[in-house]
């Protein structure tokens, strides 16, 4: 049984920095591309990085350079470290299994003063 689960978020300031985790059961995470999605009220789901098997990595414009995606292939489990957040940040984030499409429940990251 597939399950993807997400814990990480909350509230910070700006400036500050959240690790998103992705806990994967079911399937490999190292055999396969996974990304990390958010979405903000009123808005698209958008693609914030993805990972490829090789652990090729893509940012979207709005977050390189802040935000890193890595995995531990011991954990199986995927991360999203996000520092210099910004209040445009804010937003429901979702790990993402491609192959499989399957999504995360989602965690909400607020940034705000």
């Known amino acids: 049984q597939v399950q993807l689960v997400e814990s990480g978020g909350g509230l910070v300031q700006p400036g500050g920095s959240l690790r998103l985790s992705c806990a994967a059961s079911?399937?490999?995470?190292?055999?396969?591309?996974m990304g990390w999605y958010r979405q903000a009220p009123g808005t698209q789901r958008e693609l914030v990085a993805s990972?490829?098997?090789?652990?090729?990595?893509i940012y979207a414009d709005s977050v390189e350079g802040r935000f890193t995606i890595s995995r531990d292939n011991a954990k199986n489990t995927l991360y999203l470290q996000m520092d210099s957040l910004k209040p445009e940040d804010t937003a429901v984030y979702y790990c993402h299994w491609f192959f499989g499409n399957y999504w995360g429940q989602g965690t909400q990251v607020t940034v705000s003063s």
């Open positions: 079911g399937f490999i995470v190292s055999l396969y591309a």
């Open positions: 990972m490829s098997d090789s652990g090729y990595a």
